[in-house]
C-alpha cells in the first residue's frame, strides 16, 4: 500500500474518532519521518482551547524522535516531593534580555515553484501550516530575495540591460509576480502584522567587476546599485508588500569561495562600511522608505567582528544601521560568545539569525532520511536556543518548501526544507524541522522577552515571558535516556516533568 492510500486510511480514522488535529505520519520501516498534510488535512494544535491553561498549571507540548508531534497535555505546579530528579532548572524573570522580534522563512523563487505546483486548496495547507496565527506555527517575518537567488530556476537581476545608468529598463521579474508576492500577499491574509525584509544575491553584472570569477560592485556603481534597491522597495510597496528591512547583501565572503559571479557579489569591510555610509543609507533616509531598517554583513558568524567593526566604528555608517545579520553556516567552527562580544561592544545594535538550512538533499524515500530527518530537527532546535540565549531577536529558516530532490536551484546545490513537497500525490510533508521552529514561533509571541534560565550540556533551555505576561519555556532533552527535570520558577513554584528520550518541549504558563 502506497504512502498516499495510507495517509488517506489514518485521516478518515482521525475524522471518525474527532481528532483532527493529530499527524497523520510517514513512517519509513515503523519509524515517524514526517506528518502527511493535503487539501483537507493537515496536523495543528487542538481547536477551541484557551491560549492559557488556569492559575498553577501549564500546557505541555512535546515532539520527539519516537514518534510525538507537538503532543499536548497539561501538568500541575507541583512540590516535586519524591520526584526521581536528574535536573533543576531555575527560571528567574527578574532578570531580563533582550525583546524578540520573530521567527520565519524565505519566500524564494523554488519555494514559489513548488507551492504553486499543488492544488489551490493544497496550496492553503502548506501557507496555512507557517503563518497562521492559531492553525500554523504563526510565522511573522519572511525574507524576500532581491532579484533572483540560488533557489531560482535561471539568474536574473531586474536590470540585465547593459550600462542602463539611469535604470529606465528596471524591471521585477515573473518570478516575483508568479511565487514572491503572490505567496507573501496570501500571508498577509492571516496576519496583517508580517514583516518581510529583502536581500540581493547580487548587483545587475554590469555594475560589478570581474577578476578571475571574483565580483565586486565597481565604485563608479555605488550610488547607481543604492538607487537600484530602493526602485525595488517602490515596485514591492505598489504591490501591497512593505519591506521593513533590507539587509547589505547575501554572503558577501562567498564571493571569495565560489566564482559563479551571476549569482555572488563580494564585499570588503571597509567598502561595504563606505557604501552604507555615502550611499545606501542617505538614499534610504531621504526617501518614502526611510523607516526601512538596514541590516549589515548577512553572512556566517565566523566574520562578524571584521564585518561589523568597520560599519558600527564609521559614524557616518553607524547611524544609518540598525543591526547585523548573520547565518549559521560555519557555527560549529565559531563560538556562540562571539554574538556576545558584538552585543557587548555595540548594546545598541541588532541581531538577527536571517538563514539557515541543512546542506545536502532531503534524501527522500531512502534508508539515508529515517537517520537523518530527527537528527536536522534536533541541529535546528539546538541552534535557536542558542541563537535565542546569545542575543538574537529572532531565526529565519531558508526555503519555506523544496521538493523531494531539495530544489530546483539553477547551481546544483541541493539542500533540504521543514516542508517536502510531493505535486505527484498532491500532499506535503513536515518534518522535524519543521516542529523544532514551531516550538518557538507558535508560543513566543512578538514583543516576549527572554529571562534568565539555567541550561545542562544534556538539557538545553530557554526562556520568555510574552507581551501577555505568559512565561514559555522551551526545553531539549538531547538523551537518549528519559530525563526527569524540576523547572523551578522562583515566583510560580515548581513543575514535575519526565523528558522523554530526544524531546523537543514547550511549556507555556500563566
Not at 553607524?318 to 556562540?336: F, I, L, R
Request: proline share 5%.
Amino acid at each position: 500500500m502506497g504512502h498516499a492510500w495510507k495517509a488517506l486510511l489514518l485521516i478518515t480514522f482521525f475524522f471518525n474518532k474527532g481528532i483532527a488535529n493529530d499527524c497523520v505520519p510517514y513512517r519509513i520501516d515503523n519509524e515517524v519521518i514526517a506528518c502527511v498534510c493535503n487539501a483537507t488535512y493537515c496536523d495543528g494544535l487542538p481547536d477551541g482551547i484557551p491560549e492559557v491553561p488556569e492559575e498553577g498549571n501549564s500546557y505541555w507540548y512535546v515532539t520527539n524522535k519516537q514518534g510525538l508531534r507537538m503532543k499536548m497535555s497539561e501538568v500541575k505546579f507541583d512540590s516535586c516531593e519524591n520526584f526521581p530528579v536528574d535536573v533543576t532548572l531555575t527560571i528567574d524573570n527578574t532578570k531580563k534580555y533582550q525583546t524578540i522580534f520573530g521567527f520565519g522563512g524565505a519566500f524564494t523563487d523554488s519555494t514559489g515553484i513548488n507551492i504553486a505546483k499543488l492544488s489551490p486548496a493544497t496550496q492553503l495547507q502548506l501557507i496555512r501550516a507557517y503563518y497562521h496565527p492559531k492553525k500554523g506555527s504563526r510565522y511573522t517575518l519572511g525574507r524576500i530575495p532581491i532579484g533572483a537567488s540560488d533557489f531560482s530556476a535561471r539568474p536574473y537581476t531586474y536590470d540585465d540591460t547593459a550600462n542602463d545608468t539611469t535604470l529606465k529598463h528596471f524591471i521585477l521579474a515573473n518570478e516575483d509576480f508568479d511565487y514572491k508576492l503572490l505567496y507573501a500577499r496570501k500571508v498577509l491574509e492571516f496576519n496583517s502584522e508580517i514583516k518581510f525584509f529583502g536581500a540581493a544575491w547580487t548587483a545587475p553584472l554590469w555594475m560589478k567587476s570581474n577578476d578571475n570569477g571574483l565580483t565586486f560592485l565597481k565604485e563608479e556603481y555605488y550610488q547607481i546599485y543604492a538607487d537600484y534597491l530602493l526602485k525595488f522597495l517602490d515596485e514591492y510597496k505598489n504591490n501591497g508588500i512593505d519591506i521593513w528591512a533590507i539587509t547589505t547583501g547575501n554572503e558577501p565572503q562567498i564571493a571569495f569561495m565560489v566564482k559563479i559571479p551571476l549569482n555572488t557579489m563580494g564585499w570588503e569591510p571597509e567598502s561595504m562600511a563606505n557604501w552604507i555610509a555615502n550611499n545606501l543609507g542617505p538614499t534610504l533616509a531621504s526617501s518614502p522608505h526611510n523607516e526601512t531598517l538596514i541590516f549589515a554583513f548577512d553572512d556566517s558568524r565566523k566574520a562578524l567582528p571584521k564585518f561589523v567593526e568597520p560599519t558600527f566604528r564609521n559614524q557616518n555608517a553607524n547611524k544609518y544601521v540598525a543591526g547585523t545579520a548573520v547565518h549559521w553556516y560555519q557555527d560549529s567552527e565559531t563560538p556562540a560568545d562571539i554574538l556576545d562580544q558584538t552585543h557587548d561592544e555595540f548594546p545598541d545594535k541588532l541581531i538577527l539569525m536571517t538563514e539557515a538550512s541543512v546542506i545536502g538533499p532531503p534524501i527522500w524515500n531512502t534508508s539515508k532520511v529515517k537517520l537523518e530527518s530527527w537528527r536536522r530537527g534536533e541541529k535546528y532546535i539546538l541552534s535557536i536556543i542558542e541563537y535565542m540565549n546569545h542575543w538574537s531577536i529572532g531565526w529565519v529558516d531558508w526555503n519555506l518548501a523544496l521538493d523531494e530532490t531539495g530544489g530546483p536551484n539553477f547551481v546544483n546545490n541541493y539542500i533540504d526544507a521543514p516542508i517536502i513537497v510531493n505535486p505527484k500525490t498532491d500532499e506535503f510533508y513536515k518534518q522535524p524541522m519543521y516542529y523544532a521552529v514551531k516550538h518557538f514561533s507558535r508560543f513566543v509571541d512578538r514583543g516576549s522577552v527572554r529571562i534568565s534560565i539555567t541550561d545542562t550540556d544534556t538539557i538545553k533551555s530557554a526562556a520568555f515571558v510574552t507581551p501577555s505576561a505568559e512565561n514559555v519555556v522551551v526545553l531539549y532533552n538531547r538523551d537518549t535516556s528519559p530525563r526527569h527535570v524540576v523547572l523551578k520558577d522562583v515566583q510560580k513554584g515548581t513543575l514535575c516533568l519526565e523528558l522523554s528520550p530526544q524531546s523537543m518541549n514547550t511549556l507555556k504558563y500563566k
